[in-house]
């Protein structure tokens, strides 16, 4: 008989942009950026959900469960070993840019950041040193152009 426990599946994202100017609404009013979109809401309007936050951490936005992306939400012939799933990407270019905006992506692996900023109606860069996985970032790309 085994003890249950948590699965070893915790996988950090950061979320980072320049320092502000002066206050955060200051640096919002000035330049579009800088404070959390809270209004974002899951499928069906509801709320993210908090697990557990500590009071260290009460300042951080809540967290929420996404299952991981299905051989559909990868698309055909992606390898690769850490893909996003989209509803947790556009969450997260919702919930810290408006629509228009450019959203960089420094690993940008398969590219499923680029994709999920073009659904949402962002601009995107994305860099990616291993070339297998460039080919595939720019095949989901103009797969995403062709439809």
Known sequence: MSTPQARGCYEPIVVAQKPPEGSLVKNFLAWGVGLFDFSQRLEGGRAPANVLAPPEASFLPPIFFVPKPGKAEKGPGNDHPTVKPFALLRYLIRLTTEKGAVVL???????????????EG????????????????KRRLEALSSS
Do not use: K, M, Q
């Not at 962002?122 to 460039?134: N, P, V, W």
């Open 105 to 119: 992506d420094p690993f940008a692996g398969s590219g499923s950041t680029l994709v999920a900023a073009h659904l």
């Open 122 to 137: 962002r601009r995107f860069l994305g860099i990616e040193i291993h070339e297998h996985y460039l080919r595939i970032a």
